[in-house]
């Protein structure tokens, strides 16, 4: 029963999404069915809780994946919300609530994520940049190491990376209302798990692959955030 609750949840966005917004999809490489074999789907650029407009450009067997084999790590103070906490536990089928530490709610991601058939949603920034440009505690908005922990322990897929042109003008953090009808931009490209580990993994050594994660996310989500024409 849960498989088709998500589901239709997440269908029900990807059609508001399509209402109340125009999400513009820009693939930034070429790719054979961008959609197929995916593991990973990393959003950066994290500005808003509005972020599930973007669905809008997402395939109903996508869809379909994350209600059926979905994992997402949320963060705890998220998943307490009394009304929108709810709702994010239900954006897949296995919504791992986690603290900053990494802990046995993380061990727990992990652990979903070695099933083969599993696709992990993640922000890897890990929390939202404010109108200032910073995050809540006025930090610049780093790269986590855990996508990096993610990919060390999937043997093969694919990596989808999607670049947020930015959501302040519809939500920013801390506004109670969005403001819809808004033009939205997100490019997005697909790696080889594999190939992506392997090619940092040589060029920084096993002992300094997770560096060489937020290294290269930072310089790409750096190049494509402000694409957005």
Not at 207 to 214: L, P, Q, S, T
Request: with cysteine.
């Amino acid at each position: 029963m849960r498989i088709y609750i998500v589901f239709l949840l997440l269908f029900s966005i990807k059609v508001a999404g399509k209402v109340f917004c125009r999400v513009r999809l820009e693939w930034l490489r070429e790719a054979d069915d961008p959609w197929a074999r995916l593991r990973v789907l990393a959003l950066l650029n994290h500005t808003s809780l509005f972020e599930p407009v973007f669905l809008a450009a997402v395939p109903s067997r996508v869809l379909w994946q994350l209600a059926t084999h979905g994992v997402v790590p949320i963060a705890d103070k998220t998943a307490a919300r009394p009304v929108l906490g709810r709702l994010f536990l239900l954006i897949a089928k296995h919504v791992v609530p986690v603290t900053r530490e990494k802990d046995d709610t993380w061990e727990e991601v992990l652990r979903q994520v070695r099933d083969p058939e599993a696709v992990l949603i993640i922000l890897p920034e890990g929390r939202m940049m404010r109108r200032t440009g910073l995050d809540l505690q006025g930090n610049p908005m780093t790269i986590r190491g855990g996508i990096a922990d993610i990919l060390e322990v999937i043997p093969d897929g694919r990596l989808f990376i999607g670049y947020s042109g930015g959501l302040h003008h519809i939500q920013a953090p801390g506004e109670r209302f969005p403001r819809p009808f808004r033009s939205v931009w997100l490019g997005a490209e697909v790696l080889d798990i594999p190939r992506y580990r392997d090619r940092l993994t040589r060029a920084h050594g096993a002992d300094g692959f997770k560096a060489g994660v937020i290294e290269d996310l930072t310089r790409r989500r750096d190049a494509y955030r402000y694409r957005a024409g």
